[in-house]
């Protein structure tokens, strides 16, 4: 015989955990599917420093396991499987994954969403150890360093006026001759006397001694011309891809990908909530992830009281 969660949560990162931590305090029969391990993109950061209850910081793996063990000391369950479809159009929610069936009366998708890479050799390795994808997380590790930013869109402008104000040194750079940013960011980041762009560039090479991040390499894409730059961390900000190839039409998603669901986490199928980096929203960081998770379940506490 099947057996039926009160709640599903597709993804295992800070607003996954959160939720199941609200959920399994609550006495819901809860089960978090999990395709790698606790904490998610999180787990790219070597050292989180902005979230608060820990004075001297903390790594992102270890948080990610640390609401992982807090979830299930109430009885939370975590299932490590990746989800391949879903079906939400019955009262019943399905989520099929590769390691079997689940069934559950609501579910939080808190599958999150990958920064783009730049693909480039050992950028996966000097990911956390000189290679960023968020200024915010780890910016404060740069005060009075040399540092790069990738990319000409609104982040990457936000981005660099961030680290400019922390890094002794800010290099801009983007594919092209303007930016993609919005008007507002042009005039305070070329007023910026430490911020520098290098236009209709791409870094073709991450260069390493010892294993360690030393500088970049970047190619002028008119005259092919390759430049080399010393710095201390490059930070990349080229998009997101949010992680919704799973739910093939079966909610709302904005046109960049995004599920659509406004602070009540509420999507447009009842009973189905979208949390932290995968749905629409203005600032995507641990903190308000977390408080995604626990305004989820507080909703679906709602939607089960109205429909049992």
């Not at 740069?142 to 104000?165: E, F, M, P, Q």
């Amino acid at each position: 015989m099947q057996h039926i969660y009160d709640m599903i949560i597709i993804g295992g990162g800070p607003a996954g955990y959160a939720a199941a931590l609200y959920a399994s305090r609550a006495k819901l029969d809860v089960v978090v599917i999990e395709r790698m391990s606790a904490g998610g993109q999180m787990c790219l950061t070597g050292d989180v420093d902005n979230y608060p209850g820990f004075d001297e910081g903390i790594d992102g793996f270890t948080l990610g396991m640390k609401m992982q063990q807090g979830a299930e000391r109430f009885g939370a369950k975590t299932e490590y499987a990746e989800v391949t479809s879903v079906d939400f159009s019955e009262k019943l929610k399905k989520a099929e994954t590769t390691n079997g069936t689940f069934y559950a009366k609501t579910v939080v998708i808190a599958s999150g969403a990958n920064p783009r890479r730049l693909s480039l050799p050992m950028e996966r390795e000097l990911t956390g150890r000189g290679v960023h994808y968020c200024a915010h997380c780890d910016g404060g590790f740069y005060k009075d360093k040399t540092v790069i930013v990738v990319g000409g869109g609104n982040s990457a402008a936000a981005d660099a006026l961030y680290l400019s104000r922390l890094a002794s040194k800010v290099y801009v750079v983007h594919r092209r001759e303007s930016l993609r940013a919005d008007k507002l960011y042009h005039e305070p980041l070329l007023k910026a006397p430490n911020i520098e762009f290098a236009w209709n560039s791409t870094v073709s090479e991450l260069i390493v001694d010892d294993n360690r991040f030393v500088g970049v390499g970047i190619r002028n894409v008119n005259t092919q011309n390759i430049k080399n730059i010393d710095c201390d961390g490059i930070f990349v900000s080229i998009g997101r891809e949010p992680a919704t190839g799973f739910l093939s039409g079966a909610v709302a998603i904005d046109p960049h990908g995004y599920v659509i669901a406004d602070e009540s986490t509420q999507t447009n199928v009842k009973g189905i909530f979208a949390v932290g980096d995968i749905r629409t929203k203005a600032l995507r960081q641990i903190v308000t992830a977390v408080a995604d998770g626990a305004v989820a379940v507080h909703f679906a506490e709602e939607y089960l009281a109205q429909t049992e």
